[in-house]
């Protein structure tokens, strides 16, 4: 019955959204019918996802899909999120958020766009439709199953044992598919042959809470591999790492670089450019882990589904592309530059320099298929090469986060650059010289200390002089102060915190990565070994039997001068359905990581063999990750005052003009 | 002024501080060494259906913290044959544990490391290596992003340079053209 | 609607489509092997059960085969897809024996104790099981899993690599192609 319903919700969901488009697109056709068709897509997918939920939550092994990831013996927990444990649910789970963003923009983007909105639908539903389409035919989570099972294999092991499994994939598809929203007003802008920045300033919450989706959802994986997988690193330039980290960079460029497009009218072809390739790397980030070209970590069953994808990757590559080449001349510039020492100019450098990095994380990743291609040779690109290529570009743009606020728009002034810089170039400079007396191992470490010290001065200072610039105008303690200024440029400062939190990360990566020790060694029980001031001592090797499978476990008493700190016990699994153990590291968070993993045990218990991983400020990152989502939630907060494009007249003027005074004073303490 | 400046100067000199103080008390901590302390205690195990031998990691008696840095950087550049994409040192499968304590072996027998990389590609091909040899066609992927860098650095410098001339007035916000 | 730069788009955009469709028609996961035209490693390896019953000392060097054409195959207990090939293994094993062929197990990452176990469930084996500590040999070979089947010509290169269960066609050709006296040449399938 759920099967039959769900089957019945993906086809009339396809319909739908195909009538959708004719909506959107036909000469006749009205943005009303367009919204009514999104609206009605999403509801179709809802009844087809709900009825899988309950399908995969009663165990109807009828299913297909419940019948490949369902299990009795599964937690509940776990049976909800197996939604997207698998190929067919994630597809569904995509098909869902899409639908879902389609209806939200049919209901909340204002009609006054008029063509716009109705293109920017539409371009949406033809999205969707390819979804849909993979839904009722190769991807289909609903197909039949006869005779049907009594149970199920249940969803693969390592996706069952840690919450950030659960959290993980929604934030991704929230990220990657948001991204849908900018670009589908980008393409509906140039078919409709607009030259404003309407599509911009409309789309702008959407990106910003796409990209902060995207970011969490970048952090959480690394949070999740490096809790569970056993080697105690975060990031290992897997492909579909890669896949989640290049629309990234492009958005982040974009985010920025919008700023320049809203107040100068330039940089009009750089932000269609950049939101298109966005789109495109999420697609093409989705191809690459459900065909097959690339082995990876994630990579998905292939199958027929990969041909499917490469048809609709090529489709939309030729027309996003053929679009924005054939419109360019709707996008010249209509504005200047005053000064070149201009906030203008670092984000111009700043698209630069993260346009390069996605080109070489790209052309790593594709690479082997191109050295395939041409010598028939296959060859490895892997994390010692993204390290080295990318890590000057992360040095320069380090640098760059702290010179961008001091900047100003239009032109600096030299008195006021130095002002500025002042503090930052301090804090530059006594890092360089602490690095140099505690003898910073590494010279990469070293410059990204110094150039993130520049960088937090520079942003955490803007929080600073805004705060005095308010106690000289109101007499405002600190505490108020800082609400109100913040309350007051919501985008500004929301920004600088992100700004903040990446940096924080940026620091943790460096730390960790530069004074990281590791040691491996094989213990008798009983045996200790000392590394980085720790003693470890192997008190017991033990074994336990389990429905699905048996676990063996070190106990490692974990001392410091004698004194006992902790007990962890990092544990081997050995599943009845795998052959190779599936590790569970034990890893001590706090300001310095202590991370356990055990490798291998004699079978009579007298020995063990374990890694330990030291690495500092590893919290940082995670800390870091949870900054940049509270400053991007910042800038898109709503502002009580503006409502809406329209509204101009209706707040009353006399809460207005203290306002100004305040704007024109923080105007004098440090630039716009 | 002068109290601005002074807040300025201490944030400089905090921020620095809050980075430095962790880092440095892991910079002290001395490399692994080792050492054997209290009893044996009791253990039991049942019979796992396939045991990762403990052969191959040095015990107390045998370690040798250059020649292990040595075994984990090169470790580091060899891919695991039977994982999907980590590093040799990185992967906790057997085989990966067994390629360790092979190229410990040959680092004691006095091996360079570029013999001990030429071993695995003459076996795995050339895909055992993370990071592609410099040369012939791989020298690709290392030059076309700096090249693309170079050629986007150029461009960036003749934007602004053009903007600048036609710079003077500030373009208000652009008029909309009809939709 | 600027159609040059549309031109200039599309013809940009066809090799990049061609290799995306390109890398759909390969498996990441095939890896050609450098080994067949090359010397064989060398190896000496003990013997852990003989089911053939022949005396053949109780290790295995590669050198005492000189001569020989040498299959040499890879399995372990706990490898799923060795359960078919080693009824080929042994009916070719046993079709060429005396004729200057030697057929050989060698047991990876498992312990003799299973392997001897396995072989008895499989109802015996046509040729010795070799023990190879530690995976050293199999390292030595390239080996990316199990089950993998080299086969070493007279002159003691490796003239073909097999991965993944093994047929009597593949087997059978290259014997007679071997004792033929054709070089070694192959690479892997």
């Not at chain 1, 940026?506 to 720790?534: D, P």
């Not at chain 2, 039977?82 to 091996?111: N, Y």
């Not at chain 3, 500590?133 to 003239?159: N, S």
């Amino acid at each position: 019955m759920t099967r039959l319903l769900g089957d019945l919700a993906v086809a009339a969901a396809l319909a739908l959204s195909l009538g959708g488009i004719l909506a959107s697109f036909r000469g006749g056709g009205t943005l009303a019918q367009a919204k009514r068709f999104s609206v009605l897509v999403f509801g179709a997918l809802s009844v087809a996802a709900l009825a899988m939920i309950v399908a995969l939550v009663t165990h109807d092994f009828s299913v297909g899909y419940v019948a490949q990831v369902g299990s009795r013996a599964t937690p509940l927990f776990f049976t909800v999120i197996s939604l997207w444990s698998a190929l067919e649910g994630s597809i569904l789970f995509w098909g869902w958020v899409l639908a879902f963003y389609t209806a939200l923009v049919a209901w909340g983007a204002p009609d006054s766009l008029g063509a716009l909105k109705r293109y920017a639908l539409g371009t949406m539903l033809a999205v969707g439709s390819f979804f849909y389409l993979l839904l009722v035919g190769p991807a289909s989570p609903f197909l039949p199953v006869f005779p049907v099972p009594a149970d199920g294999p249940g969803p693969n092991p390592l996706l069952q044992n840690h919450i950030l499994m659960a959290i993980h994939p929604p934030l991704l598809y929230l990220g990657y598919v948001g991204m849908t929203v900018p670009f589908a007003f980008a393409v509906g802008s140039l078919l409709a042959r607009r030259t404003d920045q309407d599509w911009i300033r409309v789309t702008r919450r959407w990106t910003i809470s796409a990209w902060t989706f995207l970011s969490l959802a970048i952090v959480a994986g690394m949070w999740w591999s490096y809790e569970v997988l056993g080697w105690g690193g975060y990031w290992a330039w897997d492909p579909v790492e890669n896949a989640s980290f290049m629309p990234w960079l492009t958005a982040t460029a974009f985010l920025h670089s919008v700023m320049v497009q809203e107040r100068r009218g330039v940089l009009k072809t750089w932000n269609v450019s950049l939101i298109i390739s966005t789109f495109l790397l999420t697609i093409l980030g989705t191809f690459l882990t459900r065909s097959g070209v690339l082995s990876s970590v994630h990579a998905f069953a292939e199958g027929p589904i990969g041909s499917y994808f490469l048809g609709f990757i090529s489709v939309t590559l030729v027309f996003s592309l053929a679009l924005l080449a054939g419109r360019s001349d709707y996008l010249k510039s209509e504005g200047s530059l005053e000064g070149v020492a201009s906030r203008e100019t670092a984000f111009l450098v700043n698209n630069l320099l993260l346009a390069a990095f996605t080109f070489t994380v790209l052309l790593g990743t594709l690479f082997p298929l191109v050295a395939e291609a041409v010598r028939g040779v296959k060859v490895s690109v892997g994390g010692p090469f993204f390290d080295r290529m990318t890590l000057p570009l992360c040095m320069a743009l380090l640098f760059l986060v702290g010179v961008g606020p001091a900047l100003p728009w239009r032109s600096a002034r030299p008195e006021e650059l130095k002002r500025k810089l002042l503090a930052p170039s301090v804090a530059l400079v006594v890092m360089a010289i602490v690095c140099v007396v505690i003898g910073v191992p590494s010279v990469y470490g070293a410059v990204a200390f110094c150039f993130g010290a520049f960088a937090l001065t520079g942003n955490l200072q803007e929080y600073v002089v805004g705060i005095m610039a308010r106690r000289k105008a109101h007499g405002e303690n600190p505490a108020v102060a800082l609400v109100r200024l913040v309350g007051a440029n919501r985008h500004r400062y929301g920004g600088y915190l992100s700004h903040v939190g990446v940096l924080m990360l940026a620091i943790g990566v460096a730390a960790s990565s530069t004074y990281r020790k590791e040691h491996e060694q094989t213990l008798k029980v009983g045996e200790s070994a000392m590394v980085a001031g720790w003693e470890l001592r192997l008190e017991k090797l033990w074994g336990a039997d389990e429905p699905h499978r048996f676990v063996v476990g070190a106990d490692i008493q974990v001392l410091k001068d004698g004194k006992r700190i902790d007990m962890m016990d990092p544990r081997l699994n050995f599943y009845r359905s795998r052959q190779e153990p599936v590790p569970t590291p034990d890893v001590r968070e706090a300001w310095t990581d202590l991370y356990l993993n055990l490798m291998a045990f004699e079978q009579d218990g007298s020995q063990a063999t374990i890694s330990v991983v030291v690495e500092p400020l590893v919290i940082w990152i995670w800390l870091g990750g949870g900054i940049v989502a509270l400053g991007a939630l910042i800038a898109m907060w709503p502002d009580r005052r503006k409502r809406g494009p329209k509204r101009t007249s209706s707040s009353t003027p006399s809460v207005r003009e203290p306002r100004r005074e305040e704007e024109r004073e923080l105007v004098e303490a440090g630039g716009d | 002024m002068i109290r601005r400046l002074l807040l300025a100067i201490l944030i400089a000199l905090a921020v620095p501080a809050i980075v430095i103080v962790p880092t440095a008390i892991v910079a002290q901590a001395p490399a692994a060494t080792s050492g054997a302390t209290g009893g044996p205690g009791p253990a039991e195990t049942s019979h796992p259906p396939i045991v990762p031998s403990a052969s191959g990691v040095p015990t107390a008696a045998t370690l040798n913290p250059e020649r292990e840095e040595m075994v984990r950087r090169l470790a580091s550049e060899l891919r695991c044959p039977v994982c999907q994409g980590l590093s040799v040192q990185d992967s906790p499968t057997e085989l990966s544990m067994q390629m360790k304590a092979v190229i410990r072996g040959q680092l004691e027998q006095g091996k360079t490391p570029d013999e001990v990389r030429a071993y695995f590609v003459a076996r795995y091909g050339e895909w055992i290596l993370l990071k592609p040899e410099a040369s012939g066609f791989n020298l690709v992927i290392y030059f076309l992003p700096l090249a693309m860098l170079l050629a986007g650095g150029v461009w960036v410098a003749f934007t602004v340079r053009r903007w600048r001339k036609h710079g003077g007035d500030v373009a208000p916000y652009p008029a909309e053209e009809p939709a | 609607m600027n159609w040059k730069r549309v031109a200039m788009v599309l013809l940009g955009l066809v090799p990049v489509i061609g290799l995306l469709a390109f890398g759909l028609s390969r498996d990441p996961r095939q890896i050609d092997s450098p080994l067949p035209g090359r010397a064989a490693p060398m190896f000496d390896l003990p013997i852990f059960t003989d089911p053939s019953g022949k005396q053949l000392g109780r290790t295995v060097r590669l050198e005492q085969l000189r001569g020989q054409v040498v299959v040499l195959n890879f399995w372990a207990s706990w490898c799923l897809a060795c359960r078919g090939e080693h009824t080929v293994l042994s009916t070719v094993a046993r079709k060429y024996e005396g004729q200057g062929v030697q057929f050989f197990g060698v047991l990876y990452n498992d312990t003799p104790e299973n392997g001897e176990r396995w072989i008895a469930e499989m109802g015996g084996q046509a040729y010795p099981a070799l023990a190879d500590d530690g995976a050293r040999t199999a390292i030595d070979f390239g080996l990316y899993g199990v089950p993998e089947t080299f086969i070493i010509g007279p002159d003691g290169r490796v003239a073909y690599k097999h991965v993944g269960p093994v047929t009597e066609e593949v087997l059978v050709e290259w014997i007679e192609k071997l004792r033929a006296g054709a070089p070694a040449t192959e690479g892997a399938s």
